[in-house]
Every structure is written in structure tokens, then in C-alpha cells.
């Protein structure tokens, strides 16, 4: 079964450092999403992607946030200057007729 | 912008007992999905209904779709306590041609089965 692949699983990073989360969407789908949870709380979007460019973006990704789909098959996202708030579970989706999602990157910031 | 809002947010339940658990959203869409998640896991699909009228059933879960309603549910038969986990329902703001083509996921409901 096709799947959706994420690295790193887990991230710890300082405060304001840049991170970058990885992921790996099924080959022949055409919409890409990024998602976050906070522990504990709901799934929210971030931002969807299409057509190699951003479709929408939510309130929540702001200049600090960016996607890039550099090499026609991974999709990153890059969190620049990194917050405490920002710790969070990062969920990575693609999406042909049906919607996958890979199993999360785990962000700590310390 | 598009709510959608599950009740109950958290539900505790006897093994052996059933439960339905709403998922209601304000907007027109066609496709909803349900998700189990554990704790500090992804989500795993459970059912993807994509029209009105749809039912699926995997063991002791089933779902169903009324879009005329809006309306989504969950129905929990003969609880057993594997089945403990946060369910999240996630409308498909599905836009046929166009951009906008997200999921919006509800609050999600906390089911804890005792045994």
C-alpha cells in the first residue's frame, strides 16, 4: 500500500534555531498538506500545496513558516527561528481522490 | 469558515456498551473522513465516506455520512477497551477545479473504555 513517509520521527531543536521537516509524498499524488497538533489538542492546517505552489495557508503559517517541494518528490517544511510554542506534532499528507498521512515529525524546542 | 464540531470531547464508556459519537460541520462537502489516534501516534484512517448516504463498518465501529444534515457518525457497538483512543471525524473541503481542497478536522472525542 503507497504510503506517506516523514523524517526525521523526532526533533528537538533550541529556541530560535531553523529546522526542517521532511517528507516524502505518494509519487502520483497532485495536493500536498502540512498539519500540526499541539499535544492534546486538534489537527490543524497549516498549508496545502499544488501545482508547485502554495494554494492556502492558514493564519497560523505566518513568514516564519515555508514549503518547498525542491526535488519533484520530497515536500519540507522549514520553521525559521523557532519558538517554544512551536513544539508540536508536524503531520505531512498527500492527497489523489483519498487523503494519507505520513506519521508525524515530533518537534521540541527547548 | 468552515466548523466542525464532535460531541462528545470525551466519553467513558463500560466494555460491551454502545455509543454514537456526532460529528457536525457547517458547510456543504460530499467526502468526510474518520481517524483513530493513540497517543503520541499518527492518525490511522478508518473510513473515508464519499456521498451521501454512505455506511462502512470495520468490526465494532461503523460510520455513516447525511450531507443534507451535515451530519456524521461514529457508532461504537459492544465497546471493548482496544477501542480506547481520541477519534477525530475531518471534512474534505473538496472543490471540485479549484485550489481549495482541505481537510478540517473536529475537535476530536477522547474514548476511554473500562473495562
Known amino acids: 500500500e503507497p504510503e506517506v513517509t516523514q523524517t526525521p520521527s523526532h526533533q528537538v531543536t533550541q529556541m530560535g534555531q531553523e529546522v526542517i521537516l521532511r517528507c516524502v509524498p505518494i509519487?502520483?499524488?497532485?495536493?500536498f498538506y502540512w498539519y500540526r497538533q499541539i499535544l492534546g489538542q486538534k489537527v490543524e492546517f497549516l498549508v496545502s500545496?499544488?501545482?508547485?505552489?502554495?494554494?492556502?495557508k492558514s493564519e497560523i503559517f505566518d513568514d516564519q513558516f515555508s514549503v518547498e517541494r525542491p526535488d519533484g518528490s520530497n515536500f519540507t517544511l522549514k520553521i525559521r527561528s523557532t519558538k517554544l510554542e512551536d513544539s508540536a506534532m508536524y503531520f505531512c499528507?498527500?492527497?489523489?481522490?483519498?487523503?494519507?498521512f505520513g506519521q508525524g515529525t515530533r518537534l521540541t524546542v527547548v | 469558515e468552515l466548523k466542525v464540531e464532535q460531541n462528545p470531547l470525551f466519553l467513558s464508556m463500560q466494555e460491551g456498551k454502545n455509543y454514537t459519537i456526532y460529528c457536525n460541520y457547517s458547510?456543504?462537502?460530499?467526502?468526510l473522513y474518520w481517524y483513530r489516534q493513540d497517543p503520541g501516534k499518527s492518525l490511522e484512517s478508518l473510513f473515508v465516506?464519499?456521498?451521501?448516504?454512505a455506511v462502512k463498518q470495520e468490526g465494532r465501529l461503523m460510520a455513516s455520512l447525511d450531507t443534507k444534515a451535515r451530519l456524521s457518525t461514529l457508532h461504537i457497538t459492544a465497546a471493548v477497551h482496544d477501542l480506547s483512543a481520541t477519534y477525530f471525524c475531518?471534512?474534505?473541503?473538496?472543490?471540485?477545479?479549484?485550489?481549495?481542497?482541505?481537510?478540517?478536522f473536529g475537535t476530536g472525542t477522547l474514548l476511554a473504555v473500562q473495562p
Open positions: 475531518a471534512v474534505d473541503m473538496w472543490n471540485y477545479g479549484g485550489a481549495t481542497n482541505k481537510l478540517i
Open positions: 509519487s502520483n499524488h497532485l495536493y
Open positions: 458547510t456543504t462537502s460530499d467526502r
Open positions: 465516506l464519499l456521498s451521501n448516504g
Open positions: 499528507a498527500s492527497k489523489g481522490g483519498e487523503a494519507f
Open positions: 500545496f499544488y501545482n508547485n505552489e502554495i494554494s492556502e
